[in-house]
């Protein structure tokens, strides 16, 4: 118990879902049209942010191609930073210290974590190449 690589798995899912949920909610009650603005005459990528943020934590949720899910979500928190937090990038925090964007960059690496590891064993499915 003391060593249990797939509930560690699990509690990792856990957190980069949830915490990615209430982006994607935020997104689907208020919409994307800040995020189409930022993006000129690409600003139909901002429906990605769906995708990413309410439909890859779901599957992540429930261990259903995590790594695939994963990857979404590493490319949509990448896009964040350089499009959105790019000038706070080497800032620190005022409140408290802390990196500027270490929420971003810490869902990143862990949506990075799970492409790499996959959903381990307490998953939907777990015997898939994209699982």
Same mark, same amino acid.
């Given at each position: ?30 919409? &994307? ?13 901002? @429906?990605?942010? @769906? ?10 949720? &429930? ?15 990448? &896009? ?10 080497? !800032? ?26 996959? !959903? ?6 777990? !015997?898939?190449?994209?699982?």
């Amino acid at each position: 118990m003391l060593k249990n690589d797939d509930l560690g798995k699990l509690f990792l899912r856990i957190a980069v879902a949830v915490i990615i949920l209430f982006h994607g909610w935020f997104k689907l009650t208020h919409g &994307v049209g800040w995020i189409q603005g930022m993006l000129g005459g690409m600003g139909f990528l901002a @429906y990605g942010t @769906y995708l990413a943020e309410l439909i890859a934590p779901l599957l992540i949720l &429930v261990g259903f191609r995590t790594r695939l899910a994963a990857l979404f979500i590493v490319a949509d928190m990448l &896009v964040a930073i350089l499009m959105v937090l790019h000038t706070a990038m080497f !800032s620190v925090k005022e409140m408290g210290g802390g990196w500027a964007i270490e929420i971003e960059a810490m869902l990143m690496l862990c949506a990075l974590a799970l492409f790499f590891t996959g !959903s381990g064993k307490y998953a939907v499915s777990s !015997s898939g190449k994209w699982d």
